[in-house]
Nanobody, 126 residues
Framework: QVQLVESGGGLVQAGGSLRLSCTAS???????????MGWFRQAPGKEREFVAG????????YYSDSVKGRFAISRDNAMTTVYLQMNSLKPEDTAVYHC????????????????WGQGTQVTVSS
């Protein structure tokens, strides 16, 4: 069974921090063990955008320019969970954040992922 479950969203003030988690089922890990995982966000009235990505096998990381230096994506040692550490949050970071997986280990910065979680709401107040 392929399943991604996000958690950690909430309401924070500008300048604060939040850590999102994406837990993958064993079926997900088996299916995408040579692929990539990513975080995306979608604000009301805007298109879904890439935020950060990580290759599952070697932990290579990638970031959008808007979050580079503020956000950090990582995985746990058991390869069961991917995290998104969000620092220096801004009101424009407010969005629903989704994690996703992709079979291909190729291009990471793309919205063409194969399976998506349901998302978790992040709201940053000014």
């Amino acid at each position: 069974q392929v399943q991604l479950v996000e958690s950690g969203g909430g309401l924070v003030q500008a300048g604060g921090s939040l850590r999102l988690s994406c837990t993958a089922s064993r079926g997900t890990r088996d299916t995408f063990r040579s692929g990539t995982m990513g975080w995306f966000r979608q604000a009301p009235g805007k298109e879904r955008e890439f935020v950060a990505g990580i290759r599952w096998t070697d932990s290579s990381t990638y970031y959008s320019d808007s979050v580079k230096g503020r956000f950090a994506i990582s995985r746990d040692n058991a390869m069961t969970t991917v995290y998104l550490q969000m620092n220096s949050l801004k009101p424009e970071d407010t969005a629903v954040y989704h994690c996703a997986v992709k079979r291909s280990p190729g291009v990471v910065i793309t919205t063409r992922y194969d399976y998506w979680g349901q998302g978790t709401q992040v709201t940053v107040s000014s």
